[in-house]
């Protein structure tokens, strides 16, 4: 017996669907928006809300220190504006060396974005010549540094016949031995100096201390004769003995400053920068090892001497054959 539906249940079914409130097509629209830009706007708005507070605070500082720095003599006054100069130059130096190693290091990634990592197959057999040549036009027109990293490379790769017959292109030589940190990273990167700039400053600063404190004791002088004020010259010894370490704390901070920025910032980056592009070339690149040469030629050596066995017991069965024909 075939159920019918009561008018009641068809009126139920037809029915139309509720209507989606304002709400929430609204926060489905957003759903379906990427937020990647509010995250940058937030930490703009965050890095230039913390410079103006930083600004304010530098006002605010100076300001209050406005009688302590007229008690600076102008000799540590002067030191400390050339320490603050030269630790400014010396990062802004820096910071350009690091973005022209880092240029130098993405040209020659992007060369190499467009190649596949070297397959199993081609890890066994090597690279054909079609993909070498393309390596070639592509990368080999890089100029500079990066055209003189795939020359380092091209001269470690070799043609090489394995024993089974495929034949492809190997690098023979590791990748940090073709790409050397000091070719990739310090021709760009002067991290020896960078990393005696922090105690340059602060000998520096300790240097302009002792200065002002020695021009200072070269104005105490001693009278026997003037029984009321034999010492003159020690109140200006006294007076502005704060001030004359203010060059070496000064120092102390533009050092800690810098040497986090070159941790940090410069060296960090371009240590990371250096491993990423050996890996690449590492996946592109199929090595040779020393220990598969060594198997090949024992391979090739069994091969031999399994056919000069082979090629003896003929030789022998021939003979036998021979010697009993002549017999019969």
């Known amino acids: ?44 708005a965050f890095w230039w809300g913390a410079a103006f507070l930083a600004l304010i605070l530098a006002f605010f500082a100076l300001y209050r220190l406005k009688g302590m720095l007229s008690a600076i003599p102008p000799v540590i006054q002067a030191a400390c504006l050339i320490l603050i100069a030269m630790a400014v130059l010396l990062t802004r130096s820096m910071l350009r060396e690091r973005r022209r190693a880092l240029d130098a290091h993405n040209r020659f990634l992007a060369a190499l974005a467009d190649l596949k990592p070297a397959t199993d197959a081609e890890r066994t057999a090597g690279l054909p010549q079609s993909k070498i ?24 790769m070799e043609y090489y016949t394995s024993p089974t017959g495929n034949e492809g292109w190997f690098l023979t030589r590791s990748v940090p031995e073709c790409l050397p940190e000091e070719d990739v990273v310090d021709s760009f990167y002067n991290s020896a100096f960078h990393q005696s700039v922090p105690g340059i400053l602060t000998a520096l600063g ?39 370490f203010l060059s070496s704390i000064v ?17 960090r980056q371009l240590r990371n920068s250096y491993d990423t592009l050996t890996k690449r070339c590492r996946d592109v690149f199929p090595f040779l090892t020393q220990s598969r040469i060594l ?21 022998n069965t021939v003979e036998q054959r021979a010697a009993a024909t002549e017999r019969g």
């Open 1 to 44: 017996m075939v159920d019918v539906p009561s008018p009641s249940d068809v009126v139920a079914e037809r029915k139309p669907a509720p209507e989606v409130t304002f709400f929430r097509k609204t926060f489905d629209r957003l759903a379906e928006h990427d937020f990647q830009w509010a995250g940058t706007l937030f930490k703009l």
């Open 133 to 156: 040549s393309a390596l070639r036009r592509k990368v080999g027109a890089l100029p500079g540094k990066p055209g003189e990293w795939w020359l380092a490379i091209e001269q470690s």
């Open 206 to 244: 300790l240097l302009a201390t002792f200065v002002a404190i020695l021009m200072a004791l070269a104005g105490v002088t001693y009278n026997p004769r003037d029984a009321m004020r034999p010492v003159s010259g020690i109140d200006q010894l006294i007076n502005g003995l704060s001030g004359k």
């Open 251 to 267: 120092a102390l901070i533009l050092s800690i400053v810098f040497t986090l920025l070159e941790k940090k910032i410069c060296d």
């Open 295 to 315: 198997l090949d030629i024992q391979r090739i050596a069994v091969a031999q001497s399994h056919r000069a066995n082979t090629a003896e017991q003929r030789a």
